[in-house]
Nanobody, 124 residues
Framework: QVQMVESGGGLVQYGGSLTLSCVPSGRNFSGAALGWFRQAPWKEREFVAAINWSGRVIDYADSVRGRFTISRDSAQNTIYLQMNSLKSEDTAVYYC?????????????????WGQGTQVTVSS
């Protein structure tokens, strides 16, 4: 069974930075698109960023564009989310998942069940 394992969250001050990591266990996703999502308290889970298998197609939610950077290391079967200029509204549990394309990730048409996620809390 494939499990997405997210890490790197924590408590950070407004304007600070964090880098999240995700390692899908149980399967190699080198040929798939991978992406990040987040869910804030009392809100629906939302798309954050996605990257295709080659790294040449990348998409971001408007709310994070210019502040977050997604990248992948296919050799390590890992994706990262570098988050800069963090705001209070970025506070959420962050999840990763996979799909065939970046567009499918944007539509949350993902392969796997959701993992535990990693909590990001931005203090003002």
């Amino acid at each position: 069974q494939v499990q997405m394992v997210e890490s790197g969250g924590g408590l950070v001050q407004y304007g600070g930075s964090l880098t999240l990591s995700c390692v899908p266990s149980g399967r190699n996703f080198s040929g798939a698109a991978l992406g990040w999502f987040r869910q804030a308290p009392w809100k629906e889970r939302e798309f954050v960023a996605a990257i295709n298998w080659s790294g040449r197609v990348i998409d971001y939610a408007d709310s994070v564009r210019g502040r977050f950077t997604i990248s992948r290391d296919s050799a390590q079967n890992t994706i990262y989310l570098q988050m800069n200029s963090l705001k209070s509204e970025d506070t959420a549990v962050y999840y990763c998942n996979a799909a065939v394309t970046v567009e499918q990730l944007r539509r949350s048409r993902v392969f796997n069940s959701w993992g535990q996620g990693t909590q990001v809390t931005v203090s003002s």
